[in-house]
């Protein structure tokens, strides 16, 4: 790669030394959108507005600025501010407006204002739509982007057509190619860019210097990166830092141990920061610190300064140590912070891959991490988490892991962020029931109540509402809204079994007798059945219905002749003074359970 054709080295640290131009203390005028033509109410509104005053609009001035000549070097940022711009843009005719405009923008480039000069380009944009088209001004307002550390939006606008081969464009690339994390791309840029680097002077030069240094060094080319540093003042605090990180790039940790000592007694927070950094990075090189001490200091260099370059190297630094460690949870936590809150690089993806493929594994069956903190992991990390029907079979297999543990509410809230976040339409339905029953059998009914309802739909199946119904009715039940879970069972085929199970918890023994009577087998044949005939007679017991319970005992007799049950059967058909409370509750305690299908009897039980 050929060096950059710049001054000599001493001459370059005298440009250097001189103050950086101040931006004027005046503030920025406020710059308005002409407004236009107002459309009035009414019911022929073309008829309406041909009756109103137009407006005036501004000529049109994209032609115009595409005639000029293209802004090829620092030389082009020259234009009005301050008080001399108010003016101008106050007494300006209408026709002089956007040129007008546009010196202004131009002096706010020039003198580092990017969030006013972005905000002039703007207001010209909304007038005349046609001057995104134009190279100058895509160029300054990428320029502004750049600036304001939004290279990642204004790298394709540098890198079109119209700016490809302009030396200014592509001094402004190289800096937002290196915010978007493309070293190598900014070093393929350097050579268009070397006339308007060279064009620049003393602080107006470093930050494109700089930018072309950390593509050199992200690209690899160390020697490079030196050469170039030679060109910037020995006591630079920003430069010891670059310095440190190619002498130990090229196995110099001496060296590089002086440049960052010396990085981190600057002024400046964060290129101490970055020296401190340094000298961690440099001790682990060489073996002179454990990984859980270097741990320590990069957490408390992340402490003393938040954001840009430092911290996201301190992450990288963490979740490398974490990895060679076998440490999931810092792994996760150090990939986490990356992922969230810094731009996506060149290293996005295979980062990813890893978090994913460390994250799964926590949860695959058979995986070495306590099933509590696995679910732990993935409910802190769940965005980590791979996407689509991959991540709905991840989530579905650790919900029913939780489930057989008993940790029903983990379950509940794992698979209510599925439902709210990922489920769509009819999905929704299946799901819904699930979350429900989990949130019954975490004691917490009035939650399964509204993950039913949020979720309401008119697309579900027959079979879906039936369903939905049942947990509302459970649920209901379980709040002590008896009559309100009998109405919600309205429609649903097997409602009298399910109304009998809540009559019989609520020990109404009539509204328990009216939707278990019909439901009475023709013969008692097994263990179930007998249990629902033995409860039914309790029921009528409890009623006094002696009449009725001579009836079943004439009809079901013979049935429980030798059988389990047979004990509490005689002593029930055979009226009220014949019952032995001690007796009938042994005899009942050793029936099966009689609860219908689908465990709505361990979901009514469910919390008691």
């Not at 115009?64 to 003016?87: E, V």
């Not at 060149?346 to 995986?367: E, F, R």
């Not at 029903?408 to 979350?435: F, I, M, N, W």
């Not at 009559?483 to 109404?508: H, M, N, Q, T, Y």
Request: glycine share 10%; hydrophobic share 50%; proline share 7%.
């Amino acid at each position: 790669m050929r060096m950059l054709l710049l001054a000599s080295a001493a001459a370059t640290a005298a440009h250097a030394a001189a103050p950086a131009p101040q931006p004027a203390s005046t503030p920025a005028p406020v710059v308005s959108p002409t407004p236009g033509p107002t459309p009035s109410p009414g019911a022929n509104s073309e008829a309406a507005a041909d009756d109103q005053p137009h407006l005036p609009t501004l000529p049109p001035f994209a032609a115009t600025l595409a005639q000029m000549a293209p802004i090829a070097g620092p030389g082009g940022w020259q234009g009005t501010t301050g008080t001399q711009a108010w003016h101008a843009l106050a007494t300006v005719a209408p026709d002089q407006r956007q040129a007008t405009r546009w010196r202004y923008a131009l002096g706010l480039i020039g003198g580092g204002f990017a969030s006013e000069a972005l905000g002039v380009l703007d207001v010209m944009l909304a007038d005349e739509a046609d001057l995104a088209l134009v190279p100058s001004f895509q160029l300054a307002r990428a320029a502004t982007l750049t600036m304001l550390g939004r290279g990642r939006d204004a790298a394709p606008v540098l890198a079109a057509d119209g700016l490809a081969d302009n030396p200014e464009a592509c001094a402004w690339l190289i800096r937002a190619f290196m915010a978007a994390g493309a070293a190598q791309d900014a070093m393929n840029t350097v050579k268009c860019a070397l006339p308007a680097i060279n064009a620049r002077q003393g602080a107006a030069r470093k930050p494109f210097l700089m930018a072309a240094i950390k593509a050199a060094l992200g690209a690899g080319q160390n020697k490079q990166a030196i050469a170039w540093l030679a060109l910037v003042p020995d006591r630079d605090g920003d430069a010891n830092v670059l310095r440190g990180k190619a002498l130990l790039a090229n196995g110099d940790k001496a060296a590089a141990r002086l440049r960052f000592e010396r990085a981190a007694k600057d002024k400046d927070p964060e290129v101490q920061a970055g020296g401190r950094l340094g000298l961690v990075e440099t001790a682990l090189a060489a073996n002179l610190i454990k990984p859980e001490d270097a741990i320590n200091q990069l957490e408390a260099i992340r402490f003393s300064w938040r954001g840009g370059d430092v911290e996201a190297q301190a992450l990288r630094d963490e979740l490398r140590l974490a990895t060679a460690a076998n440490d999931l949870p810092g792994e996760l936590r150090a990939g986490s912070i990356l992922f969230r809150y810094f731009p996506a690089g060149p290293d996005t993806g295979p980062m990813m891959a890893q978090l994913q493929q460390a994250l799964v594994g926590a949860l695959a069956p058979g995986s070495k991490v306590p099933l509590t903190d696995a679910a732990g992991l993935y409910w802190e990390y769940r965005d980590l988490g791979p996407s689509g029907a991959e991540g709905d079979a991840l989530v579905l297999r650790l919900a029913d892991q939780l489930q057989q543990a008993g940790l029903y509410a983990r379950a509940a809230e794992l698979l209510g962020y599925q439902l709210e976040q990922r489920a769509k339409d009819v999905a929704q339905g299946p799901l819904s029931v699930k979350v429900a029953a989990l949130e019954i059998m975490a004691g917490r009914p009035e939650r399964a109540i509204d993950a039913l309802r949020t979720t309401e739909q008119p697309s579900y199946t027959d079979q879906m509402r039936w369903d939905r119904k049942r947990m509302e009715a459970v649920a209901l039940a379980q709040l002590g809204r008896t009559d309100a879970a009998r109405a919600a069972l309205d429609g649903v085929p097997d409602a009298a079994a399910v109304r009998a199970e809540i009559s019989w918890r609520a020990k109404d023994w009539n509204g328990f007798v009216a939707d278990s009577e019909g439901a009475l087998p023709g013969k008692a044949v097994n263990d179930a059945q007998r249990a629902m005939v033995i409860r039914h007679a309790i029921a009528l017991a409890m009623l006094g219905r002696e009449d009725k319970l001579r009836v079943l005992g004439a009809r079901y007799g013979g049935a429980f002749a030798g059988q389990q049950g047979e004990e509490a059967f005689k002593m029930l058909t055979a009226g009220m003074g014949a019952v032995d409370p001690g007796k009938l509750g042994a005899a009942l305690a050793a029936l099966p359970a009689a609860n219908p299908p689908a465990s709505i009897g361990d979901l009514l039980d469910a919390g008691t």
